[in-house]
């Protein structure tokens, strides 16, 4: 027989995964959106705006 309490641990578990899979692919999109933006600044030659990107 199939333990209900077992199947919502495992539905709970499956979500809060899925939640941090989203949020860690978010913050390398914007990690890589400030990338090509600094890297398209220094190509330009302006290394005050590729500055800004600096942490």
Partial sequence: MINKKFIEQLKKEF??????????????????HDAKKAIFSLQRDD???????RK
Avoid: T
């Avoid at 979500?15 to 890589?32: F, K, M, P, T, W």
């Avoid at 290394?47 to 990107?53: Q, R, S, W």
């Fill in 47 to 53: 290394l005050d705006e590729a500055g800004k990107f």
């Fill in 15 to 32: 979500d809060n995964h899925a939640g941090e899979c989203r949020q860690i692919i978010s913050l390398s999109n914007a990690v890589l």
